[in-house]
């Protein structure tokens, strides 16, 4: 399956973002998909995830409240809904998914190619 991450942009403080992880070549429905992200200098770390079917969500406390995932089964697509963002959400965003594995760890079989979120003043 091949991911493509989109809908990166320069937002202000307390602003909402909207990333989108869209699939082709292979059925989404079946797959778990996750989001992470990665700052300048810094490691990549999990941003959250979702289940094959949608009824199951992480979340890491840094984003918890404020970031929400989704998925629309017919648009093979997963979403990743930010509001209330912060300077410390500034990174590179890459979704990435797997038919055996859904969680916190970078265990994904697939990566799309990032896209960058700036949360400015």
């Known amino acids: 399956v091949q991911l493509q991450a989109s809908g990166g942009g320069l937002v202000q403080i307390g602003g909402s973002l909207i990333l989108s992880c869209a699939a082709s070549g292979r059925t989404f429905s079946s797959y778990g998909v996750g989001w992470f992200r990665q700052a300048p200098g810094k490691e990549r770390e999990f941003v959250g995830a979702?289940?094959?079917?949608?009824?199951?969500?992480l979340y890491a406390d840094s984003v918890k409240g404020r970031f929400l995932i989704s998925r629309d089964i017919a648009k093979n697509t997963v979403y990743l809904q930010m509001s209330r963002l912060k300077p410390e959400d500034t990174g590179v965003y890459y979704c990435?998914?797997?038919?055996?594995?859904?969680?916190?760890?970078?265990?994904?079989?697939?990566w799309g190619q990032g896209t960058q979120v700036t949360v400015s003043s």
């Open positions: 990435a998914a797997s038919r055996t594995y859904w969680g916190t760890r970078a265990l994904y079989d697939y």
């Open positions: 979702i289940s094959w079917s949608g009824g199951g969500t």
